[in-house]
Each structure stands twice: as structure tokens, then as C-alpha cells.
């Protein structure tokens, strides 16, 4: 799989030529591709608290994986399956994973920021190392 670099993030996107479809269930994708990589985020181009939850990460130190749902074929399928995934949260996006785990929201990344607790599951996962 070919990964390459955006400038704004630091992060790694899906090449428009290599673009995923969504085969089967979606939630099954999501936990695929939430796997794959140590922490994934689940985001929007121009979602303000998406970039927020990146920053966050990229300012910790760790490169994030970053599946933009608005510039995928398939992004309206992963929004809706993300959607039953987080239970009723108030957005869809963004949705972070760390060690194929979900954290959640924004809301859910920052009370784990805050409590201490997100650093420790980050080095876990093995996307920090200090």
C-alpha cells in the first residue's frame, strides 16, 4: 500500500489512485483500517475539531494515520457506519483509534488527554516512544 506525506499534517492520507472502496460491511473496513496503523483518525477536510484532534497528536509527537472522509469515494459509507459507532455522539468526526481500539470524539481524546491516560495507550500502541 502506498502512502504519502500531506504538509499540513505530518500525517499520512490515501493517495487518490489508491483509494479504498468499502467491501462488505463498513464496520468491518473501519476496524481493518483501524488496525493497521498504530493511531488512525477518522476525519473531515474541513472539520474544525478534526483539526484540532490532529494537531493534538502531531504536537505529542505521533503521526497519525488520517482517512479524510470527504476526499474518499467511500467516505459517506465509513461516515455512516462511524456514525452507529459512536453511539450518538453529537458529530460524527472526528474519531480517533489507538491500537485498533476506539478512543472516540474529540470530547473522549481530550478528557483521556487531560486524565493522563492517553499517553500510556499511545506508548502502548507503540506511537510514542518516550
Not at 27 to 35: D, G, N, T, V
Not at 51 to 56: C, F, G, T
Request: glycine content about 8%; hydrophobic content about 40%.
Amino acid at each position: 500500500m502506498d502512502y504519502y506525506q500531506t504538509e499540513a499534517w505530518n500525517s499520512y492520507s490515501f493517495p487518490a489512485s489508491t483509494k479504498r472502496s468499502v467491501s462488505g460491511d463498513p464496520l468491518e473496513s473501519i476496524q481493518r483500517m483501524a488496525s493497521e496503523n498504530a493511531v488512525v483518525i477518522f476525519s473531515m477536510s474541513t472539520c474544525c475539531m478534526c483539526h484540532a484532534v490532529k494537531r493534538l497528536f502531531c504536537g505529542m509527537g505521533v503521526n497519525p494515520t488520517v482517512y479524510e472522509l470527504d476526499e474518499d469515494p467511500s467516505g459517506k459509507e465509513l461516515e455512516n457506519a462511524l456514525m452507529r459507532l459512536q453511539l450518538g455522539g453529537a458529530s460524527v468526526v472526528p474519531v480517533v483509534f489507538v491500537g485498533g481500539k476506539v478512543v472516540g470524539s474529540m470530547e473522549r481524546v481530550m478528557a483521556s488527554h487531560i486524565s493522563g491516560t492517553l499517553v500510556p495507550l499511545l506508548k502502548e500502541a507503540g506511537a510514542l516512544w518516550l
